[in-house]
């Protein structure tokens, strides 16, 4: 294949066709799954077994050590300016070095495993159960990586494929132990880690086919000093998002408020990262890196700021309509999809919404940084999540609430700091905030209407009006702006017309 028609947009809109048939059937089964095992284990099983998982999680930013934005970072550029084998060399290298990482924070996690878990409130039984999930470090986070490089390649239809068959695996290896009436936290946590290991395998065979069909035609080679200073200002910035990722938050709260309360705020943060993975600047995110970066290497700035600045848009326009819904019908939904475990949960769902709308402009932001080489800049700025902890322990002493809350007030804070400093840096980023308000101001109403008619008319349907009001009234108050229409219609051919009945006419 042609290195240079890699990113095209003929491939660019191929991957998305890829990438949301893949994550809608992901989406899907990761759905039941969860609502699957909050029905099927004991409410101290099930907190253990979401805070083993976040763990996981956690070990995501905190064994990249800065090489896997180094991946997004350079492999869109070696791939259509690489020199011969500059790209396998890159890609063989990285590989090696992550797995070497993962393997020895395994190794240091197992031999302390046993101090860990009793800090996080397991039990005996369940240290010993857990003690083989500590082997999804290396499965999860190693199929992750390789679906990562693969996705900078757009290649999504092998990326998204194996991501679908990790839901769809465990929902079927579920399924079994249910049968065979065998369900325990150890039998869960072998077949979470046999499809996060054949997950594995089809990622890197994937990857390798891909890469003996790219020859390089250019030039380019990034040195080692060159991605190690990258790396090396990014791992600052890892170490300090592992300290406020969500696994960790996860721990912290089973660590303050009991293995229990941690259930029910990780069951929580699952519904909400189902919703996270459909903000634009989440769900399109490894597609569209990869394209500004390339626009950025042709000098395509002001593009590069139309589609950051489209992306905040949608992000804030989406996470309203989300708190419209909540705040209108948040307990009985919470209720509905925790089969009745969790009630009265609304308000902290609610506050969460508006902490992912928060997060979710944060990694907008980092992702220009990064693209922009802003990262020692960045890593500054990360130290702000070292207060993370903090606010968790402060925040226990008003419950689950508190901890919430201060979670919220710190990430607003980090990244209202981020984006005035950025504004001074870049002035091709244009946001349209009139366009927003406009937007926000339909939810605000939207929301206050649903709140004084639900005991009149039921809290369904108040929420399925007030839905149906928001997609119309998005008609009338026009949240987008000729630019958006310009870039939807050249960008994923979606028909300039139908985009114009949201477009305000006089930019």
């Given at each position: ?89 890159f890609v063989g290298w990285m590989t090696l070095i992550r797995l070497a990482i993962m393997t020895i924070w395994t190794i240091i996690i197992a031999v302390f495993w046993s101090d860990i878990a009793t800090w996080m409130g397991f039990s005996e039984l369940q240290q ?45 290896g579920v399924a079994i132990l249910v049968i065979s009436e065998n369900i325990t936290l150890e039998q869960l946590l072998w077949v979470d880690l046999i499809v996060a290991f054949i997950c594995l395998i089809l990622c890197e065979y994937f990857l390798i086919r891909k ?84 626009r950025k290497v042709a000098g395509e700035y002001e593009i590069v700021g139309q589609g950051i600045a489209l992306l905040w848009k949608s992000n804030l326009l989406i996470v309203a309509f989300s708190m419209v819904a909540i705040s209108i019908s948040g307990d009985e ?175």
């Open positions: 294949m042609n290195n240079l028609g890699l990113y095209t947009g003929k491939r660019f809109r191929k991957a998305i066709q890829h990438f949301l048939l893949g994550r809608a059937a992901q989406s899907l089964t990761s759905f039941f799954l969860t609502l699957w095992l909050v029905r099927l284990l004991g409410s101290s099983d099930y907190g253990a077994y979401m805070v083993l998982w976040g763990l996981v999680e956690m070990m995501v930013p905190l064994s990249s050590l800065g090489m896997l934005e180094a991946v997004r970072r350079f492999l869109p550029e070696l791939a259509v300016r690489g020199a011969p084998d500059a790209l396998k060399k010993d159960a857990t003690l083989l999930g500590l082997g999804l470090i290396i499965t999860v986070l190693g199929f992750r990586y390789a679906a990562e490089m693969l996705e900078c390649l757009l290649e999504q239809r092998w990326s998204q494929l194996t991501h679908a068959f990790m839901p769809l695996g465990r929902l079927v890469l003996q069909n790219l020859t390089g035609i250019g030039d380019l080679r990034v040195s080692a000093y060159e991605i190690a200073t990258f790396a090396w200002h990014m791992a600052g910035v890892n170490l300090c998002r592992a300290i406020a990722s969500m696994g960790a938050l996860r721990m912290l709260v089973a660590r303050t408020l009991g293995l229990e309360i941690a259930g029910m705020y990780a069951f929580l943060q699952q519904l909400l990262f189902i919703v996270g993975r459909y903000l634009p600047a989440n769900l399109l995110a490894n597609i569209i890196r990869p394209m500004l970066i390339s939904i919470i209720e509905l999809v925790s089969g009745g475990r969790f009630l009265d949960t609304g308000l902290f769902m609610l506050i969460m919404l508006l902490g992912l709308g928060i997060t979710s402009q944060g990694q907008l932001i980092s992702m220009v940084m990064e693209m922009l080489s802003y990262t020692r800049q960045l890593r500054l700025f990360s130290l702000l999540l070292v207060l993370t902890p903090l606010v968790v322990f402060a925040g226990a002493n008003w419950g689950l609430l508190g901890v919430i809350s201060g979670i919220v007030l710190n990430a607003w804070l980090m990244n209202s700091i981020i984006m005035m400093w950025l504004k001074r840096q870049v002035n091709f980023i244009k946001i349209d905030w009139f366009g927003i308000y406009r937007g926000m101001g339909l939810a605000v109403l939207l929301a206050a209407l649903g709140l004084f008619f639900k005991d009149e008319f039921g809290e369904w349907s108040t929420l399925i009006a007030v839905i149906i009001a928001y997609g119309s009234g998005l008609i009338i108050v026009k949240p987008l702006n000729s630019s958006d229409v310009a870039l939807l219609s050249r960008g994923i051919r979606v028909p300039a017309g139908l985009i114009r009945l949201f477009a305000w006419n006089k930019d």
